[in-house]
């Protein structure tokens, strides 16, 4: 459960831990996914370098996704009917594109419980606990990581969904490149 003060997602939790994965946490999920069949790897794989919502993840068509490495997504949490298109890999985009489509269209056709599932299961063989140990965890550690290679917050915010660059501006809190600047000056 998030952590709300004045109406404000965070980055922690009540306790003070962190909600997010580390990039050597996301390498070390990866590496187990991809152990899975490759219907479940590239579940995992689209929700690490897409930083999408599991439901979003599982609304997806291989028309969707472009081999040239973009995936758009419809935007939920929002009252209109918004796409955002996020750029992956291309070997992300392959990875889905091979998969096949189910009648409908879509790349996946379990539960979000049951995806849910398989994302945990796979972060605990990782060695991967606490309140980071879950789906959101990698959408939040999509956002730090975008903001500490320097992503413009307007496109963090595009590629999350975000109405509001105030939401975005928290995966800058916990980065804090200048604040660790200023720190590393004042030690010297």
């Known amino acids: 459960m998030s952590f709300i003060h004045m109406g404000q997602w965070q980055a922690f939790d009540a306790s003070g831990h962190r909600k997010y994965l580390t990039a050597e946490e996301r390498l070390r999920f990866l590496a187990l996914a991809d152990r899975l069949p490759a219907d479940r790897r590239a579940l995992c794989y689209v929700l690490a370098f897409a930083g999408c919502r599991i439901s979003e993840a599982l609304g997806l068509g291989s028309h969707q996704v ?3 490495g973009t995936v758009t997504f419809r935007t ?3 009252r209109r009917l918004i796409f ?3 750029p992956v890999p291309q070997m992300v985009a392959a990875m889905l594109l091979a998969l096949p489509p189910a ?3 879509r790349l996946w056709t379990i539960h979000r419980t049951t995806a849910w599932r398989i ?3 796979t972060m605990g063989a990782a060695a991967i606990g606490g309140p980071m140990r879950c789906c959101k965890g990698l959408r939040h550690g999509f956002g730090v990581h975008a903001a500490s290679s320097g992503v413009p917050p307007n496109l963090i915010a595009k590629w999350l969904g ?3 660059l105030a939401t975005t501006a928290i995966y800058l809190d916990v980065v804090g490149q200048e ?3 200023f720190a590393d000056r004042m030690w010297r």
């Open 179 to 181: 604040e660790r600047a």
């Open 76 to 78: 939920l949490k929002r």
């Open 162 to 164: 975000h109405a509001s």
């Open 84 to 86: 955002r298109t996020v």
């Open 119 to 121: 994302v945990t299961a």
């Open 103 to 105: 009648g409908d269209g």
């Open 66 to 68: 472009d081999i040239c």
